[in-house]
T-cell receptor, first 111, second 112 residues
Framework: QKEVEQNSGPLSVPEGAIASLNCTYSDRGSQSFFWYRQYSGKSPELIMFIYSNGDKEDGRFTAQLNKASQYVSLLIRDSQPSDSATYLCAVIYTGGFKTIFGAGTRLFVKA | DAGVIQSPRHEVTEMGQEVTLRCKPISGHDYLFWYRQTMMRGLELLIYFNNNVPIDDSGMPEDRFSAKMPNASFSTLKIQPSEPRDSAVYFC??????????FGDGTRLSIL
C-alpha cells in the first residue's frame, strides 16, 4: 500500500460545480494533513491544512478529515477555470516526521 | 519574509558533469526537504534534515547523489556524475515543527 494515495484523475467539473478530491494514508498515527495546489511549471503552494477530525472551511475550500478511516478530502465550491491544477495531498508521518505527498489529482474546470 | 530560495532556476549540462543545487530555507524552520518531480514518478522525497542533521536519505536514488546541510541557512544537493535520467525538477522545502512546509521555486535540471 502506498503511503499516501490519490486518484490521479483527471477530474473534470463544469464551472460553478463542486469539485471533490480524495486522499487516503497508511500511517494511523499521523496528525497533520495538508492540501497543496500546483499549476503547471510552478511549485506546490499550500491551500489548506487540517489537524483535527471534522471539517475546516476557508473561503471556497473545505478540508475534511476522518482519522478512523484514514481519509482526508478537499471540496472546492463554485469551481472556477482558475482552479484547474494538480492538487497534492500531504501527510506528516509519525516515524521521523517526514512529509509524504500523494501523486496528485489533476482537476479541470470547464468554462 | 523571504521564502525558500533555490538556485539555479535552470541548469543544462552534459552527461558526466557534476551538478550542485542550492537551497536557503526560511529562517527559523528546523526541517529541510529535497524532492524530485517528474511526470512519471510524481513528487519523490529524496532526503530530509532536522536541525541540520540528515534523518532519512532512503529516497536518494544512487550513490551519485549526495546532500549536505552545513548550517541552518544552507543546503546543497549534488549529483556526480550526472546522467540524462536525472533530468527533472528538484524542489527544496522547509517547515517548522508540524506546520505546513513551504517550497522554493525549484531547479529545472536537464542533462544532455
Amino acid at each position: 500500500q502506498k503511503e499516501v494515495e490519490q486518484n490521479s484523475g483527471p477530474l473534470s467539473v463544469p464551472e460553478g460545480a463542486i469539485a471533490s478530491l480524495n486522499c487516503t494514508y497508511s500511517d494511523r498515527g499521523s496528525q497533520s494533513f495538508f492540501w497543496y495546489r500546483q499549476y503547471s511549471g510552478k511549485s506546490p503552494e499550500l491551500i489548506m491544512f487540517i489537524y483535527s477530525n471534522g471539517d475546516k472551511e476557508d473561503g471556497r475550500f473545505t478540508a475534511q478529515l476522518n482519522k478512523a478511516s484514514q481519509y482526508v478530502s478537499l471540496l472546492i465550491r463554485d469551481s472556477q477555470p482558475s482552479d484547474s491544477a494538480t492538487y497534492l495531498c500531504a501527510v506528516i508521518y509519525t516515524g521521523g516526521f517526514k512529509t509524504i505527498f500523494g501523486a496528485g489529482t489533476r482537476l479541470f474546470v470547464k468554462a | 519574509d523571504a521564502g525558500v530560495i533555490q538556485s539555479p532556476r535552470h541548469e543544462v549540462t552534459e552527461m558526466g558533469q557534476e551538478v550542485t543545487l542550492r537551497c536557503k530555507p526560511i529562517s527559523g524552520h528546523d526541517y529541510l526537504f529535497w524532492y524530485r518531480q517528474t511526470m512519471m514518478r510524481g513528487l519523490e522525497l529524496l532526503i530530509y534534515f532536522n536541525n541540520n542533521v540528515p534523518i532519512d536519505d532512503s529516497g536518494m536514488p544512487e550513490d551519485r547523489f549526495s546532500a549536505k546541510m552545513p548550517n541552518a541557512s544552507f543546503s546543497t544537493l549534488k549529483i556526480q556524475p550526472s546522467e540524462p535520467r536525472d533530468s527533472a525538477v528538484y524542489f527544496c522545502a522547509s517547515r517548522r515543527g508540524d506546520q505546513p512546509q513551504h517550497f522554493g521555486d525549484g531547479t529545472r535540471l536537464s542533462i544532455l
